[in-house]
């Protein structure tokens, strides 16, 4: 049964840092791989997709990362703004499937 | 482009009674999906639909849920009777493809006093 874990749970860092989130995976035969965003009270915004041929996706400021023989992707988020304040979460697809199996998240602040 | 619809957007009930959750999917999207969301357990998947047909329901926890999809722009979730550990928040999301992002909707949060 895959697994998907995303360290760490929390992160707080001032307005203008670099930062990457973490995500983990067990069963490295995916499909895909998505990046959501979460505000409060809100449903998950599609952030980015890689496919399991793709090594990275990059939109704007976000930059993810694929390793899929390691089960490790990134996201990178540049020049962060306090707007990027909300929980990121990360959820595969495995081969043969079509459904989506979530992180839990990782809840990050960025201060002004 | 309307995205996902979901209402209501909030429900408190009492044990026991009927809730019954609405959605409306991005229009030619032919795969549905319900999930129910809590700090404990996080995302899970309930059920799973495509084209009005529904292929995956190995995540309803139990008889008291039931699921519908009558047709391609509409969707029910149904909890009978209402416990309150099934407090949490139930989205539904929709895509048009699996090479394709899923859409959610803002969710319902529900409440079972």
């Known amino acids: 049964k895959q697994e998907v874990t995303q360290i760490p749970a929390a992160l707080s860092v001032p307005e203008g840092e670099n930062l990457v989130l973490n995500c983990s995976f067990t069963?490295?035969?995916?499909?895909?791989l998505q990046w959501f965003r979460q505000d409060p009270g809100k449903g998950l915004t599609s952030l980015l997709l890689i496919q399991s041929s793709q090594r990275e996706q990059t939109s704007g400021r976000l930059n993810a990362s694929l390793d899929k023989s390691s089960g490790r992707s990134t996201l990178y988020i540049a020049a962060s703004q306090p707007g990027d304040s909300a929980t990121y979460l990360c959820a595969v697809r495995q081969q043969g499937y079509s459904t989506l199996t979530f992180g839990k998240g990782t809840m990050l602040l960025v201060s002004p | 482009d309307a995205g996902v619809i979901q209402s209501p957007r909030h429900e408190v009930t009492e044990m026991g009674q009927e809730v019954t959750l609405r959605c409306k999917p991005i229009?030619?999207?032919?795969?549905l999906f319900w999930y129910r969301q809590t700090m404990m357990r996080g995302l899970e998947l309930l059920i799973y639909?495509?084209?009005?047909?529904?292929?995956?329901d190995s995540g309803m926890p139990e008889d008291r849920f039931s699921a519908k999809m009558p047709n391609a722009s509409f969707s029910t979730l149904k909890i009978q009777p209402s416990e309150p550990r099934d407090s949490a928040v139930y989205f539904c999301?929709?895509?048009?493809?699996?090479?394709?992002?899923?859409?959610f909707g803002d969710g319902t949060r529900l409440s079972i006093l």
């Open positions: 069963d490295s035969a995916i499909y895909n």
């Open positions: 999301a929709s895509t048009r493809d699996r090479n394709q992002p899923q859409h």
């Open positions: 639909f495509n084209n009005n047909v529904p292929i995956d």
């Open positions: 229009s030619g999207h032919n795969s």
